[in-house]
Nanobody, 121 residues
Framework: QVQLVESGGGLVQPGGSLRLSCAAS????????MGWYRQAPGKQRELVAV???????NYADSVKGRFTISGDNGKNTVYLQMNSLKPEDTAVYYC???????????????WGQGTQVTVSS
């Protein structure tokens, strides 16, 4: 089994910063990608940022230049540094990991429990 533990959400004023963390543990052979999604009330879950084991990153247009994804491959941990936060960034943020549990085995995706980010004055 695989567990994802998220931390770092909270309430912040517009223009402020937050840093989210997500650590994956359990039966993991290789992590192929780790990323963050978010879901605002009444909206579909959307990709925020993703980082692959090959070193590439991808961001939603709405967060480019404000958010930075980074990772510690040795610890199977991913971070999301969020700067210049806006009220429209308010959402539940979910960590996602794409991994293999054995050499040559199938890929699995796991989700964290979600952490609330609220941007409000």
């Amino acid at each position: 089994q695989v567990q994802l533990v998220e931390s770092g959400g909270g309430l912040v004023q517009p223009g402020g910063s937050l840093r989210l963390s997500c650590a994956a543990s359990g039966s993991i052979f290789r992590v192929n990608a780790m990323g963050w999604y978010r879901q605002a009330p009444g909206k579909q879950r959307e990709l925020v940022a993703v980082s692959t084991s090959g070193g590439s990153t991808n961001y939603a247009d709405s967060v480019k230049g404000r958010f930075t994804i980074s990772g510690d491959n040795g610890k199977n941990t991913v971070y999301l540094q969020m700067n210049s936060l806006k009220p429209e960034d308010t959402a539940v943020y979910y960590c996602n990991v794409d991994l293999q549990r054995a050499p040559g085995g199938p890929r699995f995706r796991y989700w964290g429990q979600g952490t609330q980010v609220t941007v409000s004055s």
